[in-house]
């Protein structure tokens, strides 16, 4: 008895596994690049409209008070894989490597795709990568990735007609393209491979898809002039972009350059239009594939809108009420829109004031795949305000620190702000002090009137780092 007992036990807990094994949802991480908080309409946008990206947000949860890793490409993503701030993350800024590639992630360290291959996940990436040189420790192979299709070079990423793109580890050359003729626009590609790719998925087993786009990052180029014509007779004219040597395509082409263009605005909404037509036909395939209900979407972008290239981000209001652009570690460098979307789980149209960022999504994976992290993070997991069950944990504090521009610190503390600039040069520079909930825009320093405040932030600023050699913050740190 006892032993029949035992066996319909065993099979009443492999049913139940597998019955949770198949609510696991698929999700799907889209990272725009170089997008501004405000260039949805969801978040103020008035000059182009981004209907289908607003409506991820109408049927989700509208993240208002989110935050970047970085205020620039390669550690904006190292702290969303590893789930550690800039202080803790091992790429700290954007390093080059030779001939093509950046610095690369140690393989040592667990990353979103490694968590989610470890919870019987396929995973696939198709975009911008920018965090490890071919067969490097970082390259997406050996970060988790099963399927890769797009940049491996962030720099080269900068032309929207290259030669080539990386294939699962090989170079796949692109007819018409020799980095002096333009045929064939890489982004086009690229969303072709990510719909590809879900139309082989089923329900059988849960997939992982990272998106990270090259659109809107300069250089300016959009796929289809009559949509750039559409925007320019409704922009009327305006002040062509003329790119120095080097940065129109031909023999002299500097592959990390931008090139002319006559109509920037007028390009970079056309840029924004196709993204948003993109994001449309991801969220149409999932329903016809019956993957809608059980997929969660996220949506943000990796830091504050960028001014290469010829965009005008003042002319949009690209960073919405925020001070700063990319490269700042004010509001409008760091500060992003975030949006998630699961249809089965989330009831639409809820915006959320939680103060987030970007290393809070490996623990947030964590916690909705059930998997406990053997590794530290900097991160709090956000599963309880996305299912709107349970205590939602805050932040101490949040922590920023960027190498380039002479250096810079930042650290948001409940509603207070503060920011340090040229610490290369003076590592005792003065602690600007900002009151997010009645100043976002950063505009009034208050270190002089909150002394204690000041004391107490420099305090928690100097116990929120450890040392990186190869991304220094200040000089000669060994």
């Known amino acids: 008895m006892c032993k029949k007992l035992s066996f319909w036990l065993f099979l ?36 182009f409209q981004t209907p289908n990206i607003d409506q991820l947000a109408k049927d989700g949860i509208l993240f208002t008070q989110h935050y970047a890793g970085s205020t620039v490409c390669a550690p904006s993503r190292s702290a969303f894989l590893t789930g550690l701030h800039t202080g803790h993350t091992p790429i700290r800024g954007n390093k080059e490597m030779q001939p093509e590639g950046q610095y690369p992630l140690p393989d040592s360290l667990m990353t979103i795709p490694k968590l989610f291959k470890q919870a019987g996940y396929t995973t696939a990436a198709f975009g911008k990568w920018g965090l490890g040189f071919p067969e490097s420790s970082g390259s997406p192979e050996n970060q988790g990735i099963d399927e890769f299709f797009g940049y491996n070079c962030q720099r080269l990423a900068h032309r929207y007609y290259p030669e080539y793109l990386w294939k699962n580890g090989e170079k796949l050359f692109l007819e018409g393209n020799d980095w002096t003729e333009k045929n064939t626009y890489a982004p086009d590609l690229i969303h072709q491979e990510a719909l590809n790719f879900i139309k082989k998925q089923d329900s059988g087993k849960p997939f ?62 056309a840029m924004m239009e196709e993204m948003d037509l993109q994001i449309g036909e991801i969220v149409q395939l999932l329903k016809e594939r019956g993957l809608d209900e059980n997929t969660l979407i996220i949506f943000t972008t990796d830091n504050g809108p960028h001014l290469e290239g010829g965009h005008d981000p003042e002319f949009f209001n690209s960073n919405g009420p925020f001070r700063g652009f990319k490269r700042d570690l004010n509001e409008g460098g760091i500060r992003v829109p975030l949006i998630m979307r699961w249809p089965s789980v989330i009831s639409g149209g809820r915006v959320s004031e939680h103060a987030s960022a970007f290393w809070d999504f490996l623990p947030t994976f964590s916690a909705m795949l059930g998997i406990q992290l053997d590794q530290e993070t900097d991160g709090v997991s956000m599963f309880p305000t996305l299912i709107n069950q349970g205590k939602q944990n805050t932040h101490e504090y949040l922590y ?79």
């Not at 592959?255 to 263009?261: K, P």
């Not at 190498?403 to 610190?409: R, S």
């Open 12 to 47: 009443f807990l492999i049913n139940l596994l597998a019955s949770a094994q198949s609510k696991r949802p698929n999700v799907i991480f889209i990272l725009a690049d170089d997008m501004g908080y405000g260039d949805l309409g969801i978040t103020g946008q008035e000059k």
């Open 208 to 269: 992982f898809l990272y998106i990270p786009l090259i659109i809107p990052h300069a250089e300016l180029a959009a796929s289809s002039d009559a949509r750039v014509e559409k925007y320019h007779q409704k922009f009327g004219p305006e002040k062509a972009h003329i790119a120095g040597k080097g940065g129109d395509y031909g023999p002299e082409m500097n592959l990390g350059g931008y090139q002319s263009n006559p109509y920037p605005r007028a390009t970079f909404t």
């Open 400 to 478: 920023w620190e960027f190498i380039e521009q002479g250096g810079k610190q930042a650290i948001r503390k409940g509603n207070w702000k503060g920011v340090r600039t040229g610490l290369q040069k003076n590592p005792d520079a003065a602690l600007e002090l900002y009151d997010l909930e009645t100043d976002p825009e950063e505009k009034y320093n208050l270190a002089e009137k909150y002394p204690e405040i000041v004391r107490e932030l420099m305090q928690d600023l100097s116990q929120a780092r450890t040392i990186n050699p190869v991304f220094q913050l200040f000089p000669g740190e060994k």
